[in-house]
């Protein structure tokens, strides 16, 4: 008999953190689940570690491939899946104990739903009981807590990646026939993008608020989600992307606003890696490319600042813009 739920965990070199990803699996209040951990092209001793755990747990499956990054990866769990419903938990994180319980529970009562999810807590590695919604300044909630399905859902995702990997679980065969799989091509972010293509494609989301349904994402120096200068290349790609899944003004000219201040961010990253006036002159490029008076602007602030008050500044600009101020474009 195949199980209920398929957790797909894509490990590369994550060999001190996959056990304790197995140990929230195994300590769930829900057990009909399989996990199909996937060594992508590990340097590290994963596959001996993972293959002792398989031998003393038998729901784990052990795939091996050449390294194809997190989306191949993800990709090669989905097709060794047997779940009727998949829940995705990178190598390093953890869950709470009722959360495959309940959503499994949820999407059973309810087949007019595709997607249900919950909320998201972060620890620093080695403070597992110390809960944080961002390692940023601000501590505070930002995840999405929003039930519906296209437009509906597209406006908050647009803004920025507002699902994390952990958060949902989502029927296989809603993912199989409305959405695809991720996409190979992009270097991170990849997610986001399928998470847009999940609204996009109008599959219903449900937004879970239950006690003991956290997903929990550990922060460690080789965290992907921490890693700015590898992301925006890839976050400008999926706004370029964006303009292919709607053709509604309001969402187009609410995406234009933030590729505008993505394509200043690289511009600012290229100042300081590249050459103050290779950055200047990349940032002039696209004011003239996309008729912005804003990124005019910054190309000639930019040109005055130092390299960490331009980031604050863009930070700043990014923080109001989330909040729905209108900055101008």
Known sequence: MNPLVSVIVPCYNYARFVPATIRSLQAQNFQDWECIVVNDGSKDNSEEVVKKLAAEEP?????????KGL???????????????????????LLQVRKLELQAKYLEEHEEVDLVYSDLRYFFDGEPDKLIYTAATFNRPWALNKSGNGEDLLQYLIISCVIMPPMPMIRKSSLLDKVGLFSRDLRSCEDWEFWLRCAAGKLNFYYLDEVDTLSLMRLHPSSMTRNRKVMIPSMIEVRNRIKKLTSEPKLLGLNRR????????????QQYNEGKMVGLRQLFSEAKAHKSLKLGVLTLVTALLPYKANLFLLSLIRSAEKKWKYLGS
């Open 71 to 93: 989306p191949g990866a993800r990709n090669t769990g989905i097709e060794h899946a047997r779940g009727k419903y998949l829940q995705f938990l990178d190598a390093d994180d």
């Open 258 to 269: 933030f590729l505008l201040n993505d394509l200043a961010e690289l511009a600012v990253e």
């Open 59 to 67: 729901r784990i499956k052990y795939v091996y491939q050449e390294n």
